[in-house]
C-alpha cells in the first residue's frame, strides 16, 4: 500500500511540474519590405519573378527555419522597387541564391563551460540575383546582377532575431548593389 501511495504522490508531482513549464514565445518578426524606397522605374510592360534556388530544406542550409526567408526577402525587394512603367518589353528578376547555412562554432564542454555563454553558431547568408530585360522576341536587351553576403555569430539563444536581422542587412547590400547595377546597366530602360 506505501508503495501504491508513493507511486501516485510521485506521479501527480510531476503532472504539477509539467503543468508549470512555460510556454515558448514566438517572436512576429516585421517583414522586410522595400517600399519606402523610391521604386526604379522601367520602360517596359510587365515584371515577372522566376526564383532558380531551391532551398535543401537540410543541414547547414537553415533558410528554410527562417520566419522571413532570404528567398521571400528578395520577392519583396522585385515588388517593390522594380515598377514597369513603359509600353515595350518584359523584365525578369531571377534569384539565383538565397541561402542561409549554419556553421557551428567549438564550444567549451568542460566543467568552465557550463558557467559561460558562448559563441555557438555562425549564421552566414547568401544572396544573388539577376534583373533582365528581354524584348518581344525574349531576347536579353540589357542586364544587371547583385549578390550579397552577410555573417554573424550568435550565442544559443539569440536564433530568431538574428535571423531576421542578418537578411535585412544582407537585402540593404543586395538592395544597393543592385540599383547601381542597375543605373549603370539600364540607361536606355530606365523612366
Not at 501511495?5 to 508549470?20: D, E, N, P, Q, R
Not at 535543401?56 to 528567398?71: C, G, S
Not at 544587371?144 to 538574428?162: F, G, M, V, Y
Not at 547601381?180 to 530602360?189: C, E, M, N, P, V
Request: aromatic share 8%; charged share 25%; glycine share 4%.
Amino acid at each position: 500500500m506505501r508503495f501504491f501511495v508513493k507511486t501516485i504522490l510521485c506521479l501527480g508531482v510531476v503532472a504539477a511540474l509539467s503543468a508549470c513549464e512555460t510556454p515558448l514565445k514566438v517572436q512576429t518578426l516585421p517583414d522586410i519590405t522595400f517600399a519606402h524606397l523610391e521604386p526604379l522605374r522601367l520602360n517596359v510592360v510587365k515584371i515577372e519573378t522566376a526564383s532558380r534556388y531551391k532551398a535543401p530544406l537540410k543541414a547547414p542550409n537553415v533558410d528554410h527555419l527562417f520566419q522571413i526567408t532570404p528567398e521571400r526577402a528578395l520577392k519583396n525587394w522585385a515588388r517593390d522597387r522594380v515598377a514597369a512603367t513603359g509600353a515595350r518589353g518584359n523584365a525578369r528578376f531571377v534569384i539565383k541564391n538565397a541561402a542561409a547555412i549554419e556553421s557551428k562554432l567549438k564550444i567549451d564542454k568542460g566543467f568552465t563551460g557550463q558557467f559561460k555563454k558562448e559563441l555557438s553558431e555562425r549564421y552566414t547568408v547568401f544572396l544573388e540575383a539577376e534583373l533582365q530585360i528581354t524584348d518581344v522576341t525574349g531576347a536579353v536587351r540589357a542586364q544587371a546582377s547583385a549578390k550579397a553576403e552577410r555573417s554573424r555569430t550568435i550565442t544559443e539563444d539569440q536564433r530568431e532575431k538574428l535571423w531576421h536581422d542578418i537578411t535585412r542587412a544582407a537585402m540593404a547590400d543586395f538592395n544597393g548593389a543592385m540599383e547601381r547595377a542597375i543605373k549603370a546597366h539600364f540607361k536606355g530602360w530606365l523612366n
